[in-house]
């Protein structure tokens, strides 16, 4: 055999090897991405929604709605995306950025309980490198 | 002064398109005035742009907050020091300082590049014009630095405190010189497609450019994991966001170049390949951006607050189909002037180290755009993370690992069976070693153990050719052992150069290989109060909450947290962790300006980090929350970059060890297909 034609076949090996890992990636690390609204509908048309892990996104922190419980390390606050409200628990520590001072948007991980409540293992907030879109608009603004 | 940035920025972009449409007509071959007057349009663009960037400092430091983008990062309590590098905080400054780099690279590759490359200049000089021009576009069409308000605020908004840090000084300049270097190379191979001098000359002609690119993307992304380290406080240094992913790509495809091109250059094969991975690489730098700019992935909004990424969309569709064209009319004359012999060889090696690249590429580029992926084929997004990322790099990567220490011991051509026998005995016995030495030290997960085996075969590996460099140094010119060292280095710089690179790769790994065992431990204590934390390495550290103190610094609050470490009843002195609250003053009235933001308590040593983070008081007391981490072998990443720049410099270090390449590709003119010309011929048309 021509080592061309083996090097193709050791090629081929790799290629799929990397097509396999990417899919069973996929497949077992892959979290639905929705907004709360779309989580909404999600859940409404299909209970398994409920308890299954997904990253929720596009909402922000509704202003005023953060309770911390220092000692505990529990924070509890709403998110909305406008038309859709879930209460968040999460029991952690959050980003610095992670205010309810002014519009935050926030990126839970986690899972909406049957209780209606979202408990989060994850809390993000916008970082440093994106505040220029909200400084800019901001600035137009001003 | 932004009368002067704006009219230099449109000079800058008259002179520009000028340069581009004159190098790209091809007319200059019969008129040499208009061929001085592409390369002089080079220069004076550079020029303008200078001009336009001193504008906007000049704008910085006289605080003139009636400029929108001074008004947006720096405020009159702002260190000069950041208000000198707020010019790259924001996404104006930041256009403006790439295309000043842009185009002084651009006139530096006319200006260094030697005279036997003189005929691919024109058309170098026209693709970098070009993107030039696009940078200059985007400015003054969408996001003007010079922009004014409507009336003058009396202070700035200051810079954020996440970008107060030194790692934030360097970070994105390294990262850009990266990005912007490789339009170098970019345009050398357009260069050579335009004018079909498909030879191996622009090889050359790029070789340093490459190293330069790829030299500076290593830093800046070392140094993006630092300032993540130290200033994010979430404990890790590569979190795979799609921010990292973007800078991580062309650095990929820029390692695959870099080793394939040798086999170019020793065999003449896999021109099409180099081509398509210098192609590939100028577009990921420029997709990288647009990931960036656009917050396309980030947002789930996704299209765009700023117009900014459409326009770096509408560039990369255009300089991607402009180059695939061209690629694919000049498929032909690419054709390779050898064939692979054997798959123990290391042209075998090189190759399958660059499918690995690229594999791994890939699989970045997947990952990261399957939100936008997954919505477009399924309807809905789905996202990928970190586990995702380490499930299919972890592997790839060791396979990669296991390359570096084959690819330098293998021969050209066809490894004989004694060639394989000296070359791998002592390496792979080293590996065995380590392999079983990590056993006996009760290591049990798979990945680390495998690193630390392959860490024992790579190092080896490199040890025995640096060993029979310099016994051979020593044996026939007599040489001392420091004396044979330095000259064997010095004289074969790209080679030992290279090797050093591997070395700090293998750091990179160990460290990698290290983080697998990071604890971490939460608590919340009174003053006085200890917690205990085991360290994987097997002592127990025992941190004592001493108390909070509360001061005022120029620009911010600070509260302070301090800790008592204590390692197996060694005490190792007081370890601090701060909240800082920034604020600007407003008719002499304090005003909070961001965020309250964190300073990390970090104890470094050779085996371990101690990370803490101190995240708040309970209700006004002397209470405070803190999070413990220790990550292990962390110094190592910081140690690695340092190896990694040293042997990068040896390997572009001018003068010896020069391209011997020529004489080899002489040698083989008889294989050389009818209408390519060697490189030094160039010289003469």
Not at chain 2, 404 to 423: D, H, M, V
């Amino acid at each position: 055999m021509k080592a061309g034609t083996r090097f193709l076949i050791g090629a081929g090996v790799i290629a799929a090897a990397v097509a396999w890992l990417m899919v069973q990636g996929v497949r077992e690390t892959g979290v639905f991405y929705l907004t709360p609204t779309e989580l909404a509908s999600k859940v409404a048309a299909d209970s398994s929604f409920y308890d299954l892990g997904v990253k929720v996104g596009g909402a922000k922190v509704v202003p005023g709605s953060v309770v911390r419980d220092a000692a505990s390390r529990q924070i509890d606050f709403r998110m909305s995306d406008g038309q859709q409200v879930y209460p968040v628990s999460y029991r952690g520590l959050v980003p610095d950025t992670f205010t309810d001072a002014s519009d935050i948007e926030v990126i839970v991980e986690g899972h909406l309980g049957r209780d209606g409540v979202f408990h989060a293992t994850e809390v993000l907030a916008k970082c440093g490198s994106r505040y220029e879109a909200a400084a800019e608009e901001e600035a137009r603004r001003a | 002064m932004t009368f002067l940035g704006t009219f230099a920025l449109w000079t800058a972009l008259l002179v520009g398109l000028w340069g581009a449409v004159v190098a790209f007509s091809g007319r200059w071959q019969w008129q040499p005035a208009l061929e001085r007057s592409v390369t002089r349009s080079v220069y004076a663009v550079w020029f303008a742009v200078a001009v336009a960037a001193f504008a906007l400092w000049r704008g910085l430091f006289a605080h003139d907050f009636n400029i929108e983008y001074v008004w947006a990062y720096t405020a009159r309590n702002l260190p000069d020091v950041f208000i000198a590098t707020a010019f790259w905080a924001g996404q104006k400054g930041s256009l403006l300082l790439w295309a000043l780099v842009l185009t002084l690279f651009a006139s530096l590759a006319q200006f260094l590049t030697p005279r036997r490359y003189a005929p691919l200049l024109p058309y170098v000089a026209g693709v970098t014009q070009a993107v030039a021009v696009f940078f200059i576009v985007v400015m003054l069409f969408a996001a003007n630095p010079f922009e004014r308000l409507a009336f003058t605020p009396l202070d700035g908004r200051g810079l954020n405190p996440q970008l107060q840090h030194p790692g934030m000084i360097i970070h994105p300049p390294m990262l850009y010189l990266g990005y912007i270097s490789f339009t170098i190379p970019f345009a050398f191979a357009v260069a050579a497609l335009l004018s079909r001098r498909l030879d191996t000359g622009w090889i050359f002609a790029i070789r340093k450019w490459s190293l330069v690119s790829w030299l500076f993307l290593s830093a800046g992304i070392t140094i993006g994991m630092w300032w993540a380290y130290v200033e994010l406080g979430w404990g890790g240094y590569w979190a795979w966001d799609p921010v990292e992913n973007a800078s991580l790509l062309p650095w990929l495809t820029m390692t695959a170049f870099l080793h394939s091109v040798m086999i170019q250059e020793k065999r003449g094969m896999l021109k099409r390949w180099n081509l398509t991975l210098v192609v590939a690489t100028f577009l990921l730098t420029i997709f990288g951006t647009f990931l960036t700019r656009s917050g396309v992935i980030a947002s789930v909004h996704s299209f765009t607050q700023s117009p900014v990424g459409w326009y770096f969309l509408g560039f990369l569709v255009v300089a991607g189909t402009f180059a695939y064209t061209l690629l694919h009319t000049r498929w032909p004359e690419l054709a390779p002037e050898a064939e692979l012999e054997s798959m123990l060889s290391r042209e075998a090696a090189f190759l399958f180290n660059n499918l690995l690249l690229v594999g791994v590429a890939f699989s970045v580029l997947w990952g990261t755009m399957f939100p936008i992926i997954s919505e477009l084929v399924q309807g809905t997004k789905l996202t990928v993370g970190p586990p995702f990322f380490n499930r299919v790099n972890v592997p790839l990567g060791l396979l990669l690992l296991g390359l570096t220490g084959i690819g330098p011991l293998i021969a050209w051509r066809r490894a004989s069976r004694a060639n394989l026998k000296r070359q791998f005995t002592l390496p792979l016995g080293a590996g065995l070693l380590a392999l079983v030495a990590s056993l006996v030290a009760g290591m049990r997960e798979l990945y680390p153990v495998v690193t630390v085996g392959l860490a024992g075969f790579v190092g080896a590996a490199i040890v025995q050719e640096f060993g029979r460099g310099v016994r051979a140094r020593m044996r026939m010119y007599g040489d001392s052992l420091i004396t044979a060292l330095a000259r064997l280095v010095g004289r074969n710089r790209r080679r030992y150069g290279g090797y050093i690179v591997h070395v700090g790769i293998l750091c990179y790994c160990v460290a990698f290989a290290g983080m697998a065992f990071r604890t971490d431990l939460e608590a919340t204590l009174k003053p006085g109060e200890s917690v205990s934390l085991a360290s994987p390495f097997g002592h127990t550290w025992t941190f004592t909450h001493t108390g909070v103190s509360q001061y005022k610094d120029a620009n911010r609050y600070v509260s302070q947290a301090a800790l008592r470490l204590d390692r197996e009843g060694e005490d190792l002195g007081l370890l601090t962790s701060e909240k800082r609250q920034h604020f600007t003053l407003e008719d002499g009235v304090e005003v909070k300006s961001f965020e309250a933001s964190t300073e990390v308590g970090l104890r470094s040593d050779l085996r371990e980090d101690v990370y803490v983070v101190f995240e708040g008081v309970v209700n006004g007391t002397e209470e405070a929350q803190y999070r413990f981490t220790i990550n292990p072998l962390v110094w190592w990443v910081w140690f690695g970059g340092l190896v990694l720049v040293v042997g990068g410099l040896i390997t572009m270090w001018p003068g010896g060890g020069g391209p011997v390449a020529p004489a080899r590709r002489a040698l083989a003119a008889d294989a050389r297909p009818a209408g390519a010309q060697p490189a030094e011929a160039l010289s003469d048309a």
